[in-house]
Each structure stands twice: as C-alpha cells, then as structure tokens.
C-alpha cells in the first residue's frame, strides 16, 4: 500500500474530519505511529544500527544523529569499552554532577529521544572530554523515513499505520467514538503484525508489548 492509499484510508476512517488536512499535516500522523509507536509496541520493528561521535574538549553533552529506540551494550571511546547507563539516577549517584573534572570519557549517560520526545537521543560523558575522541556503539534504532519515502507497506503493516493514525487524531478533536473504534483495531492489526512477523529465519523475534 502506498502512501497516497493510506491518506485516503486515514480519511475515510476518521469520517473525513481530516478532509481539511494537506498531506503534509496527514503524513505526520502517520508517520508517528510508522516511525515510533508501532516500534515501541511490537518488539523488532526497528533495526540494528552503529553509532558514532567524536567529542570536543570541553563539551559534556552531544546530540546523536540517529534517534535510538535501544542501545547496545558495551559503548566504546577510542575502542575502549566504557560504562555505558540509560538511568540518570544511576549515573549521577556514579558521578558528581556538578564536577569540572576532564579527561578521557570512561563512562556515558543515554537519554532523551524516542516517541515522547522531538529530542533525539543524547549521550553525557564523564569525565568531561579535554581532547577529540571517537565514542562508538551498536543500537537498535526508530524508522529513518516516513511513510512518504519508503514505497509500499504490506497491507497489514499500513492498515496498523492508518489505524493508529486515525486514533491519534480522533483523540486530537474529542471524537471518542472513533477513538474507541480505532484504539481496537489498532491493537488487532498489531497482534496480526506481529503474528505475520515471526518466523524461524529471522533474527530477532516479534511480539506485542502492550
């Protein structure tokens, strides 16, 4: 199904509420169910990636050009494994925040990004880095392209996006009665995605997380 299709379909589905939206303003519903809510609801609708940044003396914090859903355990600075967190908490109970301490990074903080954040991810290091360094890792990460860029979806992949999108909206202008209808469709096409997905000669395995 290509995109065209599925803006029709969100239309139809929302009872033409939408008929006033450009494709532009339709294609952003879409493409946050596509690129992140489907993602973070059937594990395995993302992809391996690797990362990289190079550090700049003085500069604790970088913003990534890929926005992770996962990140893969260890991290690396200059080929050297690093301690690497996902918790705040946990990282600054390690390490003072407030220190002015540089050096060679030992250990870095993932955060921000993901489907509640127009932030992608981000990496803090400590020590703060004093020269150029080049930290290095493997991520599961969120769709690049929006569904404007990719061709077309298998049926049930698009109907999902549709379904999704549609509740999204729904939810924007109050109409419960399309938000309930589409939050259940939602969800089936979802265990059907996931169903469809299996399969012995994949690498990762698929499943709902509701």
Not at 25 to 39: A, E, G, W
Not at 182 to 201: H, N, W, Y
Request: net charge negative; aromatic share 10%.
């Amino acid at each position: 199904m290509d995109a065209a299709t599925m803006r029709q379909k969100f239309r139809d589905r929302t009872h033409n509420l939408a008929g006033g939206l450009q494709d532009g303003q339709v294609d952003v519903y879409l493409n946050q169910v596509f690129r992140y809510t489907i993602p973070d609801k059937v594990d395995g609708m993302v992809s391996d990636g690797d990362w990289s940044i190079a550090t700049v003396a003085a500069q604790q914090t970088y913003q990534m050009a890929i926005n992770i859903h996962t990140p893969r355990y260890p991290a690396y600075v200059d080929g050297r494994e690093v301690k690497t967190y996902t918790h705040q908490e946990q990282f600054w109970w390690s390490y003072e925040k407030a220190s002015t301490t540089t050096g060679k990074p030992t250990a870095i903080l993932f955060h921000g990004g993901g489907a509640t954040s127009t932030v992608q991810h981000s990496i803090t290091c400590w020590p703060i880095p004093d020269d150029v360094y080049t930290i290095t890792g493997q991520a599961r990460v969120y769709p690049t392209q929006g569904v404007a860029d990719i061709g077309d979806l298998n049926d049930t992949h698009a109907l999902a996006v549709v379904a999704g999108a549609a509740k999204d909206f729904a939810y924007d202008e109050s109409e419960d009665v399309i938000v309930t209808r589409e939050a259940g469709r939602f969800q089936e096409l979802l265990i059907d995605l996931a169903r469809r997905s299996r399969g012995p000669a994949r690498r990762h395995r698929w499943r709902p997380t509701f």
